[in-house]
């Protein structure tokens, strides 16, 4: 009989899962910085880097710019992601612990889908200023910088862009993509984990009495359920990502301004400028390098952080 951690209060619980859920966000971020940006610089096709590929891109950023220039716009990054993250784990607790609660009749782990749908709304739209922040200064290349930092890039897009809706450019396709790219994160990699621990409980699972369950995921278990369920996920949501790069960054340049009306509009000048592989999926190469460790890492840091503070990782298995 497994023995559950439960922690003592609501509150415990939610501290706790803040704390495990932004320190994830922080190491998957910083892991995958440099593919970050040579992919915002892909996206946005940048004038100086569109010529180049993955590879090729982050030599010359750092031929032209600096090594440290490969972490350019992490510090807005940092800022984002912990709350961020932070938000969108917790998030996902409490709406997976009501669903369980109801009895709405859905497909095994689609609570999990709902669940994670839900967090990723509520995690990006408080959030998303940061976001486009750190795209614009991720955007600029050395000796042509607009911004020079977090505070002057936010006052500076609210004072001549049209305030707060400003910085919200691009929300809309941001919320349509995060969705599925959310639900299908939350939902694969707790789908994955439940399949190892009922079929492959002596590969990628130990045993933890303490657990629901009495099993933990492996490390390489953790790993590999986390990079399958990135690569899903960003499959399905990518297109809807250019799209809304290209709106935050659209006002940075004058042959960009077109970017900057619409969702749709924006979606439909992608596609007729440049069609779907070499437009709409543009960059997505480096997505998946970045994405499957990023994602991989994430979760990873996440379940890590969790038996740390001795939150339950496991699952019912019958």
Do not use: W
């Not at 795209?135 to 001549?160: C, D, M, P, S």
């Not at 049209?162 to 919200?168: D, P, Q, T, V, W």
């Not at 707790?190 to 099993?215: A, D, I, V």
Request: contains cysteine.
């Amino acid at each position: 009989m497994s023995l559950t951690m439960e922690p003592k209060s609501d509150l415990e619980f939610i501290l706790k899962n803040l704390l495990a859920g932004g320190v994830a966000g922080m190491c998957a971020k910083t892991t995958v910085a440099p593919l970050d940006r040579i992919k915002i610089l892909l996206q946005a096709q940048s004038v100086h880097y569109k010529q180049h590929g993955v590879f090729g891109g982050l030599m010359a950023i750092v031929k032209q710019e600096s090594l440290i220039a490969l972490y350019k716009g992490n510090g807005a990054q940092m800022v984002r992601i912990f709350p961020y993250a932070a938000t969108q784990f917790t998030s996902f607790e409490i709406y997976k612990r009501y669903l369980s609660g109801l009895s709405i009749p859905l497909v095994q782990h689609g609570d999990k889908f709902v669940a994670g749908a839900g967090a990723g709304v509520t995690a990006v739209t408080l959030t998303y200023p940061l976001d486009t922040i750190r795209a614009r200064l991720a955007f600029q290349v050395t000796g042509e910088h607009r911004y020079t930092g977090i505070v002057h890039a936010a006052t500076t897009i609210f004072k001549t862009e049209g305030g707060i809706r400003a910085l919200y450019r691009g929300f809309v396709p941001t919320m349509v993509g995060m969705v599925p790219y959310a639900g299908f994160s939350f939902y694969c990699f707790e789908s994955l984990k439940f399949f190892c621990m009922k079929y492959l409980p002596s590969t990628l699972c130990r045993k933890c009495e303490r657990n629901t369950g009495g099993l933990v995921l492996t490390v390489p278990g953790k790993l590999v359920c986390g990079g399958l369920a990135g690569a899903v996920a960003q499959s399905v949501s990518y297109p809807l990502d250019v799209t809304r790069r290209r709106m935050q960054l659209a006002c940075m340049h004058p042959s960009t301004a077109k970017f900057g009306t619409g969702m749709v509009k924006t979606l439909t000048l992608i596609y007729q400028d440049n069609g779907i592989v070499k437009g709409l999926y543009r960059g997505m190469t480096i997505n998946y390098i970045r994405a499957i460790p990023m994602v991989a890492t994430s979760f990873s840091t996440y379940e890590l952080m969790k038996q740390l503070l001795h939150l339950d990782t496991g699952m019912k298995l019958s």
